[in-house]
């Protein structure tokens, strides 16, 4: 019989969506807690808030989410930021400040996102690792829930989230920008899930196009609505029955938008994520960004680390760049590496990219990817010179410049930075902005700056260049150590409540391993079905990062129909070797507690 682990205590720098209130285990008994550790950078985070709102409205009386915010990068670590995220992403549970990782170290997490499961008595009773746990997690509360009824430890009532103040502003959390032909700004008022067209000085509303609620609906301005749209594309003239394509990010779908009528339209996507190869032309994965280029619109695919193509004239679309591993690597396309693509700017032969998670400045050439500014997952800062030694933190838009420069939304560093392919350096031209998210250059050269921490647009004054020598960060998660040599890599995984192992079209699992630096693993790189997998480590490299990529494939078991589900999560695992180190590594993609 495996033993109960009973719940380490909730303990953090301070509580969000309380009232001020200060939670323990105590408070909760009686109540199914689902702690969702995560950061605000982190896409894959994001999809899971969205995967635990029907949770929550369906278990509201018996189940308390708490999210523990665990940050990744510098400018996560700011309380005033984690507040705003808190609201921009519309997180309505309680939320814990988990700056120093305390939490996320007391119960072992190990990726973004990690959920925990702890029942009414406080013991942990499931761990999972990545999304797509949704199915499995209404079995196992129905379960809990059923249990703990039938025992006289389930407690129902009011949980203790308690909503902020509304906020009144023009926009709240402007995404992305383009200019109309009429010389108008289109918007994306994200966390309003609508579309603001202003006047030229950015400040006018002419119109709204949504209901401001989040939802999916097609239809005329009025009534149509989004769930955080991001990107916008205006088409060439002609190409198809609509001008605009919206990146509908949280609905997983690109929509259509006819600027005379404010009429919308799904043009591509099924509005459910995409999950494996399977979807690749169907689903989506949260589009961010969109732009035309090479006579195609190219789609910023964040959610599984990929750029694709889309053809309003015949609405196919399909994989342009990547191939869904988390991290970099540059070389031919489609087989490149790149992690949650963000922003995109079309200029003559070349597409410019923000790379969130890798801090990075990338372009498309000749089916060729190239690297200008960026060092990998966890190296960050803002550090201006030499392109090889200057650092971006979690930029999120660019913009290309007639000059042949480019400029970039540096949202984690408040700036907006400034690359020039002629010398190879990096400068900023701007700074103090609040989380600066995309870069406009209008026709007649001035740009605007969407500042979504400040609900607003800025112009930016033309001529300002200074050089920081800023801070060098790297993402400090604590190490896991393992001896040098042989040690074996096991990736955990029970499929939930009422699933099987689906081997319907073959092996139901995949394992990827790879390092960083490469040198760090001798032997055990590459790809195979097994989960467990025997490693070789460098004993001459004291540290490094594995990057694992793991899925397991499911179906509901003994039903007339069964619906099919895929886990899958990217692991960075940082690692140091050392002698009487532990020769085993295991990571959770699923764990259940049968003992419950």
């Known amino acids: 019989m495996i033993a109960r682990v009973r719940a380490p205590e909730l303990r953090g720098r301070g509580w969000l969506n309380t009232g001020g209130r200060s939670l323990t285990l105590a408070d909760l008994r009686g109540k199914v807690v689902l702690l969702d550790f995560w950061t605000f950078c982190c896409v894959n985070c994001l999809h899971v808030l969205d995967e635990l709102r029907p949770l929550e409205e369906k278990f509201g009386d018996a189940l308390v989410v708490i999210g523990v915010h665990s940050p990744k990068f510098e400018h996560e670590r700011d309380p005033a930021a984690l507040a705003a995220a808190v609201e921009r992403y519309g997180v309505h549970h309680p939320v814990l400040d988990d700056a120093d990782m305390a939490m996320w170290q007391q119960y072992a997490a190990k990726a973004w996102p990690t959920l925990s499961v702890i029942d009414p008595e406080g013991y942990v009773v499931a761990s999972m690792a990545g999304e797509g746990h949704a199915e499995g997690l209404v079995r196992l509360l129905d379960e809990l829930i059923a249990t703990h009824e039938a025992r006289g430890t389930l407690h129902r009532g009011d949980g203790p989230y308690v909503p902020p103040a509304a906020p009144d502003t023009l926009l709240r959390f402007p995404g992305k920008a383009i200019e109309l032909p009429n010389g108008n700004l289109l918007v994306s008022d994200s966390s309003r899930h609508s579309l ?126 990547g191939t869904t591993v988390e991290s970099l690597r540059d070389g031919a396309l489609p087989d490149v590496w790149m992690a949650q693509p963000s922003g995109l700017s079309a200029a ?27 060092q990998g997952l966890f190296d960050f800062g803002h550090v201006d010179g030499p392109a090889r030694d200057a650092l971006l933190q979690h930029p999120l838009g660019v913009g290309a410049l007639p000059d042949g420069s480019v400029l970039v939304a540096d949202t984690y560093n408040g700036a907006v ?56 960060h790297r993402t400090e998660r604590p190490p896991s150590p393992l001896a040098p040599g042989e040690v074996t890599l096991d990736v955990i995984f029970t499929p939930a409540p009422g699933q099987k192992l689906d081997t319907t079209y073959g092996p139901s699992t995949r394992l990827v391993v790879s390092a960083s630096p490469p040198e760090l693993l001798l032997e055990g790189e590459g790809t195979t079905t097994d989960l467990s997998r025997r490693l070789v480590l460098n004993p001459a490299v004291p540290k490094g ?46 764990g259940l507690d049968t003992t419950r």
């Open 348 to 374: 003559g032969d070349r597409l410019w990219i923000a790379d969130a998670e890798t801090s990075a400045l990338r372009w498309i050439e000749a089916e060729e990817l190239h690297t200008a500014v960026g």
């Open 196 to 321: 603001a067209e202003l006047a030229p000085d950015g400040e006018t509303l002419i119109r709204r196009i949504g209901t401001g609620e989040r939802g999916r609906a097609d239809g005329p301005a009025a009534a149509a609505s989004f769930s955080e749209p991001q990107g916008l594309c205006l088409l060439p003239p002609g190409t198809a029955g609509y001008d605009v394509v919206v990146a509908d990010t949280v609905n997983h779908l690109l929509r259509g938008l006819r600027l005379d009528t404010g009429e919308v339209t799904t043009v591509a996507g099924t509005g459910r994520p995409w999950r494996s190869a399977e979807d690749d032309g169907e689903s989506l994965s949260s589009p961010w960004d969109v732009a035309w280029f090479a006579g195609r619109v190219i789609v910023a695919m964040a959610g599984i680390h990929q750029l694709w193509w889309f053809d309003p004239a015949t609405g196919a679309a399909g994989v342009y760049a």
């Open 417 to 472: 930075r400034r690359f020039d392919p002629a010398s190879g350096e990096v400068s900023t031209v701007d700074s103090g902005l609040a989380e600066p998210s995309d870069v406009l250059v209008t026709r007649d050269g001035s740009v605007i700056v969407v500042e979504s921490g400040a609900h607003r647009l800025v112009r930016l004054a033309p001529g300002v260049v200074k050089t920081v020598a800023g801070e060098r």
């Open 545 to 590: 990062i594995l990057q694992v990529v793991a899925q397991a494939a499911t179906c509901d078991a003994d039903v007339e129909h069964a619906a099919c589900h895929l886990t899958r999560q990217d692991w960075g695992v940082p690692v140091v070797v050392e002698a009487g180190a532990p020769h085993r590594l295991p990571l959770i993609l699923r």
